[in-house]
């Protein structure tokens, strides 16, 4: 009997022991306004008004950034830290960008544990933090963040560490979820919508931009290279005599002296005549505007004969031109090769098996935008991936597939359905390309193309085929080799120029180029001639 009561106390401890540990450490859905349980911060420069809102469509409230160019600031304290060494620890919150994002973070900062008496009122950007997670995009700045804080056990100094080649930020309006998921095994997984984008280890220098454990040597700063050090592989020959008969002052063209007038030259037609058609306005002031002359156009004799005006010889390549006369280069017999500093024990070098994380003692928002229209909601921390999976399906799924049908609906009663869902794939694909490693020096200009495209659709083609040229020519390139790889290809389709949206601030150099170039235009003379020399 007391056998069987001890095995039933054993089942439902195990049992309350996977209840609790199923539950999120911590879920705010925002179904109940924010005021009383966040702190918005009491800086100055954080004008940005927070509000308790309605997701677009939808019944669901969210944390809504309610202005556009405004700094925003919020914070939510935990009850107890949650620590980050041990076990599984899953990120996830979900943003809408109701109305886009040109140029603003949507993130949120995982803060560590501050000084005693610091007010959660003081908030801001110098708040340090742990880790720092979600979508920014601004310029050539596409990618969801993934920044860890950690501190080196040796100077006791907090260095970001920030992941490299990150996700970009999806361009729609709709609803998207952003997980991070932090393993013991000192892996880290990128989540966008439950679909994983990047997976990481910590201690990998591949992953991670410094590395999370810096280099066992480093040049050493004091060491200077030597004043009769050489690095000149090649040198010209100091034996080398310019030949006697190397003419340096050879023109690169001649006349062709065997060339003949065609027949049928029409030497004494002008290129050019004036406009037949063409009649002084009556406004004409000669005294105010000056004598008026006729605009020109192309002489029609011209165009049925061989040319026009007087005629020359052409220029033909000089056989006898050799250019500048050049030692020809030899190996260096002093050669040493390219110098470089001895390297030295790197004072700040240490070891590790797992990093060193701070715990997470708040949640903040701490962000500046141009945008308004961001809603924040259903931010989670938990322990087990089960959990913010479950949130996910119940809670952004739903909302999602409202969105997709509602704009796929407008699309198609705007007449551009299947265009329009065969370019965001088009595109989607291309932020993916825009993501692979070997591209990286390329990234900010293929994202500026594909922002390009987006704002003019009826040049997908012409951009796919110029992002998909320029992967081709990088990787014919690291197949085969090559001295430089060929800057990214601009679309064969005009892109006209967007007008200057309220990131551009007072007005960007552009648009004062382009005014100059109209005032020009307007102030031109009036005769002009059609043809450019």
Known sequence: MMGGRALLLLLVSALLVQIRASDPVLYESFDEDFEGRWVVSKKDEYQGVWKHAKSDGHEDYGLLVSEKARKYAIIKELDEPVTLKDGTVVLQFEVRLQNGLECGGAYIKYIRPQEAGWDAKEFDNETPYTIMFGPDKCGSTNKVHFILKHKNPKTGKYVEHHLKFPPSVPYDKLSHVYTAILKPDNEVRILVDGEEKKKANFLSADDFEPALIPPKTIPDPEDKKPEDWDERAKIPDPDAVKPD???????????????????????????????????????????????????????????????????????????????????PMIDNPNYKGIWKPQEIPNPEYFELDKPDFDPIAAIGIEIWTMQDGILFDNILIADDEKVATSILEKTWKPKYEVEKEKEKAEEAAAGADGLSEFQKKVFDILYKIADIPFLAPYKTKIIDVIEKGEQQPNITIGILVSIVVVFVTVLFRILFGGKKPAAPVKPAVEVKKPKATETDGAGSNGDKEEKEDEKEETTAPRRRSRRET
């Open 245 to 327: 008969d190397w003419d340096e002052d050879a023109p690169l063209e001649i006349e062709d002296e065997e060339a003949t007038k065609p027949e049928g030259w029409l030497d004494d037609e002008p290129e050019e005549i004036d406009d037949p058609e063409a009649a002084k306005p009556e406004d004409w002031d000669d005294e105010e505007d000056g004598e008026w002359e006729a605009p020109k156009i192309d002489n029609p004799k011209c165009e049925v004969a061989p040319g026009c005006g007087e005629w020359k010889k052409p220029m033909k390549q000089n056989p006898a031109y050799k250019g500048k006369w050049h030692a």
